[in-house]
């Protein structure tokens, strides 16, 4: 193919309307047909991943200061407002000289008193003063009457199972007596008449107590007396510490056996 020949419309080298895509009639010598009408536009790919951030640039150089206008002129006064809360004080200044003591005047006559003023506006109230330290807990005062019953409120949750108690110490066991010589079983004899009954022993010595029993539901006429009010526990130590000052006043009302 001769690359010398031209396009019969712009002259250009044939190579050349290939690469541009550019619709010119073909020359004899180019040897290709009609540049087709350009195709429709493919679908925008999907957008790719943002890149990293770039670094901060070097702040700039401060501009100078514009010049100073000109001061406005006063405009009218506006209506007071509320009373700041009161700022630190001052450094003292330094005492100034001593001014010359100027000659006494005469004193001049009383003037008649002028009339009371009227009562100025109630200013706004000041700010809140911090909570002051809590005061020690007095001591309990006598038990007041008692009030009327009120509806029994749920009953709370169960309390932690207090620590078992140390068992204390077992008694010496007594010597045992001699065991004697088993004799033969007689014959059953008749049965005798009863005999008259006798008489009553002293009563033997008091059982040892029987565990608690469970509380029975609180009747609707009971009083309730409110046990002293015990902090909350803040700690692991602290659990064991509040909870037996708890349990020292429920038996201080009597909710809690000794």
């Given at each position: 193919m001769d690359y010398q020949c031209r396009c019969s419309v712009?002259?250009?080298?044939?190579?050349?309307?290939?690469?541009t895509k550019v619709v010119h009639y073909s020359n004899t010598c180019c040897g290709t047909g009609i540049t087709g009408p350009t195709g429709p536009a493919g679908a925008t790919g999907a957008t790719g991943p943002t890149g990293p951030q770039g670094v901060q640039g070097i702040q700039g150089v401060p501009g100078a200061a514009g010049v100073t206008g000109a001061t406005g002129p006063t405009g009218p006064q506006g209506v007071q407002g509320m009373q700041g809360v009161q700022g630190e004080a001052g450094p003292t200044g330094a005492t100034g000289a001593t001014g010359v003591t100027g000659p006494t005047g005469s004193t001049g006559a009383t003037g008649v008193a002028g009339p009371t003023?009227?009562?100025?506006?109630?200013?706004?109230?000041?700010?809140?003063g911090p909570t002051g330290p809590t005061g020690a807990t007095g001591e309990d005062g006598p038990t007041g009457a008692s009030g009327a019953t009120g509806v029994t409120g749920p009953t709370g949750p169960t309390g932690p199972k207090g620590e078992t108690g140390a068992?204390?110490?077992?008694?010496?066991?007594?010597?045992?007596?001699a065991t004697g010589v088993t004799g033969p079983t007689g014959p059953t004899g008749p049965t005798g008449a009863s005999g008259a009954t006798g008489v009553t022993g002293p009563t033997g010595p008091t059982g040892p107590k029987g565990a608690t029993g469970a509380t029975g539901p609180r009747g609707l006429d009971a009083t309730i007396t409110t046990a002293a009010a015990v902090a909350d526990a803040t700690s692991e130590t602290d659990v064991v510490t509040q909870f037996n000052r708890l349990l020292a006043n429920l038996r201080a009302i009597g909710l809690l056996a000794e």
């Amino acid at each position: 193919m001769d690359y010398q020949c031209r396009c019969s419309v712009c002259g250009c080298n044939p190579c050349r309307c290939n690469v541009t895509k550019v619709v010119h009639y073909s020359n004899t010598c180019c040897g290709t047909g009609i540049t087709g009408p350009t195709g429709p536009a493919g679908a925008t790919g999907a957008t790719g991943p943002t890149g990293p951030q770039g670094v901060q640039g070097i702040q700039g150089v401060p501009g100078a200061a514009g010049v100073t206008g000109a001061t406005g002129p006063t405009g009218p006064q506006g209506v007071q407002g509320m009373q700041g809360v009161q700022g630190e004080a001052g450094p003292t200044g330094a005492t100034g000289a001593t001014g010359v003591t100027g000659p006494t005047g005469s004193t001049g006559a009383t003037g008649v008193a002028g009339p009371t003023g009227a009562t100025g506006a109630t200013g706004p109230t000041g700010p809140t003063g911090p909570t002051g330290p809590t005061g020690a807990t007095g001591e309990d005062g006598p038990t007041g009457a008692s009030g009327a019953t009120g509806v029994t409120g749920p009953t709370g949750p169960t309390g932690p199972k207090g620590e078992t108690g140390a068992t204390g110490m077992s008694g010496p066991t007594g010597a045992s007596g001699a065991t004697g010589v088993t004799g033969p079983t007689g014959p059953t004899g008749p049965t005798g008449a009863s005999g008259a009954t006798g008489v009553t022993g002293p009563t033997g010595p008091t059982g040892p107590k029987g565990a608690t029993g469970a509380t029975g539901p609180r009747g609707l006429d009971a009083t309730i007396t409110t046990a002293a009010a015990v902090a909350d526990a803040t700690s692991e130590t602290d659990v064991v510490t509040q909870f037996n000052r708890l349990l020292a006043n429920l038996r201080a009302i009597g909710l809690l056996a000794e």
